[in-house]
C-alpha cells in the first residue's frame, strides 16, 4: 500500500493506466513476433515527427474533444451517454446537407448556421433519450444504444433515398461542400504540410474553455453535477431533476453533433455513407473516461488517442504492425480505468496534516437518519 | 410462388436470422438475472465468429460435414474465456458494468482483425466452404403442408437454439440453480445472508452469456456471413440485447422477441421477393427492432420488469 494525497492518485490512476495499456499492446505484439520498441518507435515518428503528421494528430483529436465533452456533461449529470456514435452521424449528415443546399450564402451566415444545424441534430437525438428518461424512467443506455442504430439507418435512407440527387455523386457519397461552408483554412493547412488540419480545432479550445466555465462557473453546470451526486438533495433543494435531465442531454449531444460537424466540414467536406457506429462516438466515450471528464482532461486524452490512431497508420508501413493493435491499446487503457477499484487497494490517501474534521473534537455524531446503520458513528479524528 | 413455398421462404430466412440472436439473447437473459448488465454480448459474438472462422479453415478438410457444429462450439468456449474479462472485472474489481461492457465491445473486433492479420497476412478471412446450410430434420419434415414450411430446408441451429430456449427457461425457472441465480440478481444480500454465494451465481450468468453469445456468434458467422471481417458483427449483440429487454428478461420472451427481430431484418433483405412489401422502404424493417424496444420500455416504464439489482455491484462485507 503507497500513500499519496488524492491529487497524487488522480494524476497516477490515468498515468498507469496508458502504461499498462501500453504494456498490453506490447506483449501482444511480443507474441506474434512484432518487436514493440521499433513500432512504438515508428508511431510516435509518424504522429508527431513531421509537421504533415503532427497536422493530422491534431486534426483527428478535434472532433474526439467534442464528443469527449459530450460525454462528460451528461456523466456529470449522472447519465451514460452512450449514444454519441448517433449524434455525432446526426450532426455530420446535418452540416454537410445545410452547406449543400445553400450554395450561395456568405461564408460568416452559412458557416454558423452549418454549426448550429449540426448542434441541433445532436441535441434532437440526444434529447430524446433525455425526455424519455425524465418523464417516463427509461434506462439511458439501453436507449442511445437504440438511438445509434436508428440514426445509422435513417442517415442511410435519407441519404439514398431523400436528399436530392443533385447534391450527390453517388448513392453513398455526397458532393464536396463549397467552401463558403468549410473549416478549412489555407494558411494552417500548409502550415502542418498540407495535412487536413482546419479551424475546427479553435472551435474544440473554445469549446474546452466554454465546458470548463459552464460546469465551474454557471448555476446550469452546478445543477447538473448536484443532480448527478443526489438526485434526491437536489430535488429537495428545489432544482428541477427531469429539467436537468433534459438540458445535460441536450448539451451532450449538441457538443458530439459538433464533433460530427468538425468531421463533414473539417476532415472529410462532405457526408459518405456509414456501415457501422462512427468511431468517433466511441473514441470520445474513451477520452472523456481517460480524462476523467475535466477539460484539461479531455484535451491531453483527446491528444494520446490521436497519437495512437495516426501513429497507428505510420506503425503499420513502417515497422509492419497491423493498425488494430492501436484499438487494442485503446481498449485496454479504458479497462484499466474501469478496475480502478485495484488502484484503490494499491493507494491509500494520505490525510492532510491540516485536515480536522468540521465538528468539535470528541463530539460523537447521532443516528444518521437511518441512511446507514442507526448505530453508525464517524470515525474521531486523532 | 403459392402461398406454401411462400411461407416456407419466410420461415426459413426468419429463423436463420434468428438463430444467433436467440442465442446471445439466452445469454444475455442469463446474465442479467444474476445482476450482471452484459452490452458487451456484440464483442462476445465477435470473438465467437472469428474463432468459429478460424476453426472452420482449418479443420473443414478433415472433419467434413461436422466442422461448422464444432466451430459453433470452439468459438462458444472462446466466448466463455473472453466473457471471463468482464466477469472478473466487475464481479470482483467492482467495474461499472457498461464500461467493462464497452471496453469487451471495443477490444472484440480489432483483436479479431489484428490475429487474422498475423495468421493469413490480410483484413478478412477467405469464405468457408463447410457453412450450416440448410437442413430437413429427421421425421418432422414428412408432415403434410406444415413439414414444409417449418421443418424442410430450414435452419438447424435455429431449432437447437429453441430446444435450448425451453432447456434454460426450465433451468431460470423450475430449478434451485434458477432460483439461486435470479436471488442474486433481485437482493444479493438477501441472498447472501441465506447461503447463495452470489460471486458464484454471477460467475455463473456471465459464463453463460459468454458462451452463448459466443455461440450466436460463431451461428453467425457460419450460416450468414461466412467468413470474417471488421464488419461481420455489427448491430447483432446489441439487437439481443435488445431482444432480452423486449423479452422481458425471460428465456422465452427473448426467444420470441429475437423471432420476430430476425423476421423484420429477413424482410429487410427477402422482402423485394415478396408482393406488396416490395414498396416499403427497407429502413422500416432495418430500425424496427430498436424503436419498438424504446418503446417497450417507455411502456413499462422502465422499471418493474428488470431484476431489481440488475447493474449494481454487490460488495460482500469481509
Known amino acids: ?382 | 410462388m403459392n402461398l406454401e413455398s411462400l411461407l416456407a421462404l419466410v420461415v426459413s430466412s426468419t429463423l436463420v436470422y434468428s438463430a444467433p440472436l436467440i442465442l446471445a439473447a439466452l445469454g444475455g437473459v442469463y446474465s442479467e438475472n444474476s445482476g450482471i448488465v452484459n452490452i458487451g454480448l456484440e464483442g462476445i459474438m465477435t470473438v465467437g465468429a472469428f474463432t468459429s472462422i478460424i476453426f472452420n479453415l482449418t479443420f473443414a478438410s478433415s472433419l467434413g460435414i461436422w466442422t461448422p457444429w464444432l466451430g459453433a462450439l470452439v468459438g462458444a468456449i472462446f466466448g466463455l474465456v473472453f466473457s471471463l474479462l468482464h466477469a472478473f472485472a466487475t464481479i470482483n474489481l467492482h467495474a461499472d458494468h457498461i464500461i467493462s461492457g464497452t471496453v469487451l465491445n471495443l477490444l472484440a473486433p480489432p483483436l479479431g482483425v489484428f490475429l487474422i492479420k498475423a495468421i493469413y497476412e490480410k483484413g478478412q478471412t477467405a469464405n468457408i466452404t463447410a457453412n450450416f446450410g440448410y437442413a430437413n430434420i429427421p421425421g418432422l419434415a414428412d408432415i403434410p403442408v406444415l413439414g414444409k414450411i417449418f421443418f424442410a430446408n430450414t435452419s438447424a441451429p435455429a431449432w437447437l437454439a429453441i430446444i435450448l430456449t425451453i432447456a434454460m427457461w426450465f433451468i431460470l425457472y423450475k430449478t434451485r440453480l434458477g432460483l439461486r441465480l435470479r436471488s442474486a440478481g433481485e437482493n444479493p444480500q438477501a441472498a447472501d445472508t441465506l447461503g447463495v454465494n452470489v460471486y458464484k451465481m454471477r460467475y455463473l450468468g456471465v459464463l453463460t452469456s459468454g458462451f452463448m453469445a459466443g455461440l450466436g456468434g460463431a451461428v453467425f458467422a457460419q450460416s450468414i456471413s461466412g467468413n470474417f471481417s471488421i464488419s461481420t458483427i455489427v448491430g447483432q449483440g446489441f439487437m439481443a440485447l435488445a431482444a432480452v429487454i423486449f423479452g422481458k428478461w425471460n428465456p422465452i420472451g427473448a426467444m420470441l422477441s429475437s423471432l420476430f427481430f430476425g423476421f423484420a431484418q429477413s424482410l429487410s433483405i427477402i422482402g423485394a421477393q415478396l408482393p406488396g412489401l416490395s414498396k416499403i422502404p427497407t429502413v422500416y424493417m432495418q430500425i424496427a427492432p430498436y424503436v419498438i424496444t424504446i418503446i417497450v420500455l417507455v411502456l413499462f416504464l422502465g422499471k418493474s420488469v428488470a431484476p431489481a439489482a440488475d447493474g449494481v455491484n454487490y460488495i460482500k462485507a469481509k
Open chain 1, 1 to 382: 500500500m503507497i500513500k499519496v494525497t488524492a491529487k497524487q492518485k488522480r494524476l497516477l490512476v490515468p498515468l498507469i493506466s496508458v502504461i499498462a495499456g501500453f504494456l498490453v499492446g506490447a506483449i501482444i505484439m511480443l507474441i506474434w513476433s512484432y518487436n514493440p520498441f521499433s513500432a512504438y518507435a515508428a508511431m510516435f515518428n509518424g504522429a508527431l515527427g513531421t509537421m504533415s503528421g503532427l497536422g493530422e494528430t491534431i486534426r483527428e483529436a478535434t472532433p474526439l474533444i467534442f464528443t469527449a465533452i459530450g460525454f462528460a456533461i451528461a456523466s456529470k449529470a449522472g447519465f451514460f451517454n452512450i449514444g454519441l456514435p448517433g449524434q455525432a452521424q446526426a450532426g455530420w449528415l446535418t452540416s454537410v446537407w445545410v452547406v449543400l443546399a445553400n450554395p450561395n450564402l456568405p461564408k460568416y451566415i452559412l458557416l454558423p448556421l452549418a454549426i448550429i444545424a449540426g448542434a441541433f441534430a445532436g441535441a434532437i437525438v440526444a434529447g430524446i433519450a433525455g425526455y424519455l428518461r425524465a418523464y417516463f424512467g427509461t434506462n439511458e443506455v439501453i436507449t442511445t444504444i437504440m438511438l445509434n442504430y436508428i440514426v445509422l439507418y435513417l442517415c442511410q435512407y435519407l441519404m439514398q433515398q431523400i436528399m436530392p440527387s443533385s447534391l450527390r455523386t453517388d448513392t453513398d457519397t455526397t458532393k464536396d461542400i463549397g467552401s463558403n461552408g468549410s473549416l478549412h483554412i489555407d494558411w494552417l493547412s500548409h502550415l502542418f504540410g498540407d495535412s487536413r488540419i482546419n479551424a475546427g480545432i479553435f472551435l474544440g479550445i473554445i469549446a474546452l474553455v466554454i465546458f470548463w466555465f459552464l460546469m465551474k462557473k454557471t448555476t446550469v453546470g452546478f445543477e447538473i453535477k448536484a443532480v448527478g451526486l443526489n438526485p434526491f438533495a437536489s430535488r429537495y433543494a428545489g432544482m428541477s431533476t427531469k429539467k436537468n435531465i433534459i438540458v445535460s442531454m441536450l448539451l451532450s449531444g449538441a457538443f458530439a453533433g459538433i464533433g460530427g460537424v468538425v468531421q463533414g466540414l473539417g476532415t472529410y467536406q462532405n457526408y459518405f455513407t456509414q456501415t457501422s457506429s462512427v468511431d468517433i462516438g466511441w473514441d470520445g466515450l474513451s477520452v472523456a473516461l481517460l480524462g476523467n471528464s475535466t477539460a484539461i482532461g479531455i484535451l491531453l486524452a483527446a491528444l494520446l488517442f490521436s497519437i495512437l490512431k495516426i501513429g497507428g497508420l505510420g506503425m503499420q508501413t513502417a515497422a509492419g504492425v497491423p493498425y488494430e493493435i492501436v484499438s487494442i491499446v485503446i481498449a485496454a487503457i479504458i479497462f484499466f480505468i474501469a478496475i480502478s477499484y485495484v488502484f484503490d487497494l494499491l493507494f491509500k490517501i494520505k490525510k492532510s496534516k491540516t485536515y480536522r474534521h468540521p465538528l468539535k473534537k470528541g463530539v460523537e455524531i447521532g443516528p444518521n437518519n437511518g441512511v446507514d446503520s442507526p448505530d453508525f458513528k464517524l470515525q474521531k479524528e486523532g
